[in-house]
């Protein structure tokens, strides 16, 4: 009977993924099973299924997710150790650099799309107006990748500044 229930509503999730909410809770206790749009009752345990884009997850829901937010430990007072602090320097330092790329990868396109956008007006590249729309190209993504690298200096002098202090316990020890 469960099969069946079960295999009902894996048919209709199509259905219910045209509704607003796509999640259903699959509700257990005592090997009986019930599935709901809401949330279940505190007595049952329950499971998460979501529908979207034609794959249905379950997750187990009852379950807390414990994640340490740097942000938010920061915001409570609490402490980061320095390796932590010096892996989030290094991965942001990282996005950074990844993202100046991007930029050089978006401005060849703008670059391109401007060309093709003279091309197909039969304009020279001497024409005043590709080279002032060319300028303006070149002074955005400029903009973006120097103040990219100067936020990866300063995280780089952050970053010096952590490994070369000395930590107090190290006095203690000797």
Known sequence: MARNLFFIVLL???VFAQAENSTIYKCMKNNKVVFSHTICPEEF?????EYQLGITTETDSDKKKVSNDPLKALLKKQTISKDKLLQLLASEV???KQENSYFEILRASEIQKLDRKHYWQTKPKDDPSYGLELQA??????????????????LNQHKMKITAEVSPDHFMSQ
């Open 45 to 49: 345990r329950q499971h998460k299924i």
């Open 12 to 14: 209709s999730l199509p």
């Open 94 to 96: 990282y996005r950074l």
């Open 137 to 154: 190209i070149h002074q955005r993504f400029d903009d973006l990748t120097t103040n990219n690298l100067n936020v990866i200096q300063m």
